[in-house]
């Protein structure tokens, strides 16, 4: 037997030992992918939800002919009125399709939209968290956040060309004549005011920059808005960071960009006997003497007039 025997016999053994190695690393990975199996359908936690109990028990309770809340109880808890809460869900379900009732790929009925508009409605008006209402209306959490998405979506779609925009030349002459009639201010386009909004779920790196030694150790945010008469919020504006005080927040806000950069409308006012080229919003007392400003009070100069002015 010459050399090149040995060496093929050499190869073949190789050869042999690879495919024996192959196949050992190929059992190890199938017994691998079984455990991980058996793992997963252990801690899996099915829950088989009630959604149509669910979706008759609030039915019964706030939809009735005869309910079992009455307006006021409504309200308090969905912060609008009935009305208005029927025409939000008509519109959300017959523009979204996530929220039209399908049945899921088990034949099962899907979740109701009047269960994931309410769900989403709530999460906004209480500001709870997305699994709080899973005992009470049987929607999971993955759900219930996924509602919230899809409803803030088809709101900002539907009403958004009509209520999510800047005054037009018909709106700053409509404020004119109504501000005039009702309250005695031509020349107003509204009320300028800022409010704190608290925010529960803020980072504990972030604390410091949105806390404010005279509202506690809480972190807030501080929200300008400038409303009309029929409570139509045509600026909205949340401050950024360290804009902790309303001339903080007034100095950073947009409100005025139109203005400075000549898109503005151009719409006279009389106030006081003065002319004035845009109209003005009315402010608090505190806030600077601006051209596009009334304040409500003149500055006081003593004490007895801070006192009794």
């Keep these: 037997m010459n050399s090149y025997t040995f060496m093929g016999l ?3 053994e190789e050869g042999e030992e690879i495919s024996s190695r192959k196949k050992t690393f190929i059992k190890r990975v199938i017994a691998y992918i079984k455990t991980r199996r058996q ?3 252990v801690s899996r936690n099915s829950i088989t939800r009630d959604r149509a109990g669910a979706h008759e028990r609030l039915v019964a309770a706030y939809f009735t002919d005869s ?3 009455n307006e006021k109880r409504f309200r308090q808890t969905f912060r609008m009125a009935r009305p208005l809460f029927n025409q939000i869900v008509n519109a959300v379900t017959t523009h979204s399709a996530y929220f039209q009732s399908n049945p899921d790929c088990a034949g099962r009925e899907g979740i109701s939209p009047l269960i994931k508009c309410t769900s989403a409605i709530r999460q906004l008006a209480y500001g709870v968290n997305a699994s709080f209402l ?3 209306m049987q929607i999971s959490e993955r759900s219930s956040r996924m509602a919230l998405d899809h409803f803030c979506q088809a709101v900002m779609e ?5 209520f999510l925009r800047k005054p037009t030349v018909t709106d700053v002459e409509k404020l004119y004549r109504h501000h005039e009639e009702k309250h005695g201010f031509p020349g107003m386009l509204g009320s300028l005011d800022c409010t704190d909004w608290e925010w529960f779920g803020c980072p504990y790196a972030f604390k410091a920059q949105y806390v404010r030694r005279d509202h506690g150790s809480n972190p807030f945010i501080l929200l300008e808005a400038v409303a009309s008469q029929d409570l139509w919020i045509w600026h909205a504006f949340f401050g950024v960071v360290w804009s902790n005080n309303d001339i903080n927040v007034l100095y ?3 409100i005025f960009n139109d203005l400075k950069t000549g898109r503005a409308p151009e719409i006279p006012c009389v106030a006081n006997g003065v002319t ?7 402010l608090t007392g505190y806030i600077l003497n601006w051209r596009r400003s009334l304040k409500q009070f003149r500055p006081c100069y003593d004490d007895y007039q801070s006192d009794f002015v």
């Design 252 to 254: 950073q806000s947009p």
């Design 158 to 162: 539907i009403y958004g060309p009509e």
């Design 276 to 282: 004035y080229p845009p109209g003005a919003i009315l």
């Design 10 to 12: 050499d190869d073949v």
């Design 67 to 69: 309910p079992m809340y």
């Design 39 to 41: 793992a997963t359908q």
């Design 134 to 136: 899973d005992e009470y």
